[in-house]
């Protein structure tokens, strides 16, 4: 796993988007400058699609409390996985239909029926090919309720980082989150397909200039 913190790119982020992208989300503007960064790097990313976390808890009663994971990830096609305007659109669309939930009822009916998925094959020793990134993208959105902790440090120099659900091995997963007013990134992948140095100095091209990412791209 790599992270990245900027206290100053989310004004960067809106100040771009009022121009550029009205009405557009900076998580978005983070996937598309996120996987413009692996493409500058020369990782060759695969920009056909992408996984897109999200909690289906926006689907249920504001009275009802869930507890434990309630997340699914549909795989979806923006016509461009460096535009966030496409981006935007597309996860916009896919979350008005509230597929998810039939995802997740699916997926457990299957569990029912035939239990539950053992053991993945062991990781291949040799790769043919060239790996490229699979990207999955994940927004935990704003965790400014963890204000109160008490924090020996101001927000630009606080630390949030989650662990999620390691990918396959040509996977790379992106985190992002708010807390107070910084910008939190984690890019959590295999190590032994991609160098963590140049998967950090993705992470770092995001958080220093994510609008020259993606205007590179137009």
Known sequence: MQTA?????????????????PGVTTSAITFAAFASALRELGLN??????????DA???VDPGVSIDSNFCMGPYLSPPS???PLAIHTTLKAELATGRI???MLLREGKIAVAGAPGLPDPYPAEVAIEPRPRLTFSNQGRHDVL???PWAVEAAGRVNQSVPTLNGPEGITLTTSEMGGVLHLEATFHASTYDPAVVARALQLVCTDPAALIMATR
Do not use: H, N
Request: aromatic content about 10%; glycine content about 8%; proline content about 3%.
């Open 5 to 21: 913190r900027s206290a100053e790119v989310l004004g960067r982020m809106r100040a771009w988007r009022d121009q550029y992208a």
């Open 45 to 54: 990313p695969d920009l056909s699609g992408g996984t897109f976390l999200a």
């Open 57 to 59: 808890r926006r689907y």
């Open 81 to 83: 996985l460096t535009d």
């Open 101 to 103: 939930l039939t995802m």
């Open 147 to 149: 204000a109160d902790l």
